[in-house]
Each structure stands twice: as structure tokens, then as C-alpha cells.
């Protein structure tokens, strides 16, 4: 687990178990791609429920903007966490080795209306780091130039690659 980067964390990275890590690591990798600071840290929703509380109602009080939570088998933590605070939350399933992730993707997405968690594919922390960059790109016109810039470079991969649409 990272120490928290450099200045004002921006963006949470909480996970129900350091045995996440390996998986939710991703996020943070992304994150960094684009010079977004933040944090991560293990706040396990079963194990140490008041702790989950307490940070759910302060993360906003504390200057983060967007919460990624992820967690496996019965993955409550995302949800949680969803109903604590008024922050955007992505939840990540992370895949253990029973059921292949379905029971953390069960356990995440179908979150009851009011209540919402942007859920991502099993095990693609990648892409919560993203959409965590896209969503503070929303109020910040430079890192929306870097989300662009970052786009065109898939597209010259593809390309690149032979992807053409045909005339
Ligand atoms: C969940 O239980 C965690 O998010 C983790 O994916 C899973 C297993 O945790 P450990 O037993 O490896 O600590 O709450």
C-alpha cells in the first residue's frame, strides 16, 4: 500500500482488505498518469464497520471529490459508503477465487435508486481511476485537455493496429 501522494488528495481509494490491492493498485497507477493526488487506504465494511462510517461522513469535510471503493464475495463496502456520503462512489468488484468476481459485481451494482454506485467491470480498477479523472475533468479545462490528448492516443493504438472504418 502507497503512502498518499503529494499534495491535497483528490480522489479516495478504499478497498475491504490489503488483498485487494493487487487489484485496485490500478486505480492508483491511472490517477498518477494524470497528476491527480490521492490516497488509499483499507477500511473493511464487515471487519471495522465503525471506521467505515467515520470516514464515509468525512471524506467530503476532508477536500476528497470522488470515492473508489472496491471490494470481494459479499462486497458491501462500495454501497456503504454510497450511503454516507454525498461524493460520487466507484465501486470496483474485485474477483476472488470463488464465482469469478460475480458475487462482487452482484453485490455492487444493484444498488436501490437514490443510492448510487458507478460500477465497473470485475476487476477494472483501471477504469475507476478514469472515471475518477473524468469526473474532476468535468470543473477543470486543463484535465479535460489531458482526458482528450489521452483518448487520441487510443485512437492512434487502434489505428495503429489497423482498426480503419471503412469509406
Ligand atoms: C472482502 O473480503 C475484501 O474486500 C476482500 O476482497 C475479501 C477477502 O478479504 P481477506 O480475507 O483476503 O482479508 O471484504
Known sequence: MPEPTAGRPRVAILMGSDSDWPTMEAAATALE????????DVVSAHRMPEAMVRYGREAHTRGIEVIIAGAGGAAHLPGMLAALTPLPVIGVPVPLKHL???DSL???VQMPTGVPVATVA???ARNAGLLAVRILAAGDPALTERVLTFQDELRQAAEAKGARVRE
Open 122 to 124: 470485475i476487476g477494472n
Open 100 to 102: 469469478d468476481g460475480m
Open 33 to 40: 498518469e494524470f497528476d491527480v493526488p490521492c490516497t488509499a
Open 106 to 108: 452482484l453485490s455492487i
